[in-house]
């Protein structure tokens, strides 16, 4: 009897997991298969320092805990970068002027990317 009541606790958390997981809410874009050409050394660097830094928070430049900053001015994405908002960082002391320029010219890309209808 006691062996059973274990199975029977593992079988609810395990169902528990499932529903929880299936019932995620898609709060962006879903992320395509297309990359941005890394042959610019700017751009690979704007690519690395984003994931480094701001991917958590939005994933692929679509929102995530932080909201969606494709399709956002340019000048935004910098200012945002370096002084941060709400419960936002502020980056200014952490990353370089030059990989706040380099991360907007990657997002830049980015959102060209992104408009493309072909990929
Ligand atoms: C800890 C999570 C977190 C990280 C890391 C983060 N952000 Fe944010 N970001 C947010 C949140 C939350 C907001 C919304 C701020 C608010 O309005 O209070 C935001 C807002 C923004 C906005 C403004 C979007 C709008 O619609 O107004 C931009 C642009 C932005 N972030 C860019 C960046 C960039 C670039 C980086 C990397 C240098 C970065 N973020 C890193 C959480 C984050």
Do not use: W
Not at 21 to 40: F, L, M, N, Q, Y
Not at 42 to 59: L, S, T
Request: charged letters at 30%; hydrophobic letters at 35%.
């Amino acid at each position: 009897m006691a062996k059973t009541n274990e199975l029977s606790k593992y079988i609810v958390a395990i169902s528990l997991f499932i529903i929880a997981g299936s019932c995620a809410t898609r709060k962006s874009e879903p992320i395509t298969g297309a990359v941005v050409d890394r042959s610019d050394t700017r751009v690979a660097n704007g690519q690395e320092k984003y994931n480094r830094y701001c991917q958590k928070c939005h994933p692929a430049g679509e929102a995530g805990l932080g909201p969606a900053v494709n399709g956002k001015p340019n000048f935004l994405k910098k200012f945002q970068a370096k002084h941060g908002l709400g419960v936002m960082p502020a980056f200014k002391d952490i990353i370089s002027k030059q990989d706040i320029k380099d991360i907007g010219l990657y997002l830049k890309k980015l959102d060209k990317l992104k408009k493309r209808k072909d990929i």
